[in-house]
């Protein structure tokens, strides 16, 4: 792109959260505005009144629009289960908010990139040019494992078809985006061709960046044994970090699993460990205070171990990758997206005594197999940069889209859509 073209080339970006604090998708959203400002691109975000005080801390030259809680949105938000509507309820004010911001960026693109579930209703853009992405769902357990399913896992997958219908003749705003930017492969396709999506709409997308200081750093290198194994990220139940656990009773080799992290499952996975007796082999590292040394402290480890049963990204895998780490993850969800025969062992997830066993294998191949590693981690860091995973190749490639429906004629509203459609 040019220096000219980006000079003209504005965006207004809308997500509920951005900020540093708030978890993933509030942390990409805040990587997303500050990627498109330092490739030169005029930028205004849209977000929630909440993330104000940070943002006026630590970011205070952001162009920012802040939306505040209604009433209504204070009341829903006591009300547990009431609370999904908080984010279409959300996604209306934005919107409108954004058409009017078209005043002051005239011909900027609206580019919605949270929330990311392709079941969210989203609303028409009056006159605008649209992007919504990278939209990332319809995952659910593998059939074998749906027993391990909670009961919202199981309504969502109930539910999901009859809203995707509704969807398709109501609340029309992904029908009439500019470009859908997809990240979860075919169940993403699928689900949102269920909604009236045109194929035409689709454009394949990395879900989340990798930021590119990880791989200024040297790649991690592989060489004779290692028996250390680790997984990081918020301990919930669909993991699967038990299954890694259990597995260790099956290795042929003195295997070690780090657990970087906590949630909800830290307690049960500690008391599995205590009674399969693996407390020399299990370690739980909850916290590690500094964070700039996360990257020197994976250094120790032979591969990173995520066999997640309902996993729809990956960033995870992402970060494994540019740093050079071999990934060992179910053939199911993102993981089976980014992993590849050379760059890590995917596991077909047909029943849990299968994965635990084949988890116990790739351990054992990869602890003793030092050459094979190194060969996964050389290709695992190639392919991170050849397919776009650090955040400055994932906004190059959505800059291509902005570019290509830049050309698109400004659409003015007829009095039948400004006062019907939605």
């Not at 460990?273 to 040394?293: C, G, M, Y």
Request: some cysteine.
């Amino acid at each position: 792109m040019s220096s000219t073209k980006q000079n003209q080339l504005s965006v207004i970006l809308v997500s509920p959260n951005v900020s540093e604090q708030m978890g993933g998708e509030a942390i990409k959203a805040l990587q997303i505005y500050l990627e498109l400002q330092r490739q030169g691109i005029q930028v205004h975000q849209v977000t929630h009144d909440r993330v104000k005080r940070e943002l006026d801390e630590k970011y205070p030259d952001m162009s920012v629009s802040y939306l505040k809680d209604t009433k209504l949105e204070r009341f829903l938000n006591r009300m547990g289960p009431l609370g999904v509507f908080l984010n279409p309820i959300f996604l209306w004010k934005a919107t409108r908010l954004a058409e009017k911001k078209l005043k002051e960026y005239p011909g900027a693109i609206i580019h919605f990139n949270s929330p990311v579930s392709p079941v969210l209703p989203y609303f028409r853009a009056r006159g605008a040019r649209v992007v919504i992405g990278p939209i990332n769902g319809n995952i659910h357990y593998p059939p074998a494992f749906r027993t391990r399913e909670s009961s919202s896992y199981r309504m969502r997958r109930w539910l999901h078809p009859i809203l995707q219908f509704l969807h398709r003749h109501t609340i029309t705003g992904k029908q009439h985006a500019d470009a859908l930017l997809v990240a979860g492969g075919e169940r993403t396709y699928e689900s949102l061709r269920m909604c009236g999506c045109r194929d035409e709409q689709l454009v394949d997308s990395i879900d989340s960046g990798v930021m590119d200081r990880l791989y200024a750093n040297s790649r991690i290198t592989h060489a004779g044994k290692n028996f250390r194994f680790f997984q990081n990220g918020r301990l919930v139940r669909h993991k699967g970090t038990d299954l890694v656990i259990k597995a260790l009773t099956k290795t042929k080799n003195p295997i070690e699993f780090d657990i970087i992290g906590r949630g909800p499952a830290l307690e049960g996975l500690k008391a599995l460990t205590a009674e399969l007796n693996l407390q020399n082999r299990v370690h739980f590292i909850e916290w590690i205070p500094d964070h700039s040394k996360v990257a020197e402290t994976l250094r120790q480890y032979r591969a990173f171990v995520f066999p997640s049963l309902a996993e729809a990204n990956g960033i995870v895998v992402q970060e494994a990758m540019v740093q050079g780490l071999p990934v060992i993850a179910l053939n199911w969800g993102g993981p089976s997206l980014l992993v590849t025969p050379e760059t890590g062992i995917l596991i077909e997830p047909i029943s849990e005594e299968h994965v635990v066993t084949e988890l116990a294998k790739a351990m054992d191949l990869l602890a003793e197999n030092g050459e094979l590693a190194e060969e996964m981690s050389i290709a695992g860091r190639k392919r991170a940069i050849d397919d776009g995973y650090l955040w400055s190749g994932v906004i190059r490639n959505w800059t291509s889209v902005y570019d290509r429906i830049s050309e698109i004629p400004e659409r003015e509203p007829s009095l039948t859509q400004a006062t019907t459609s939605v």
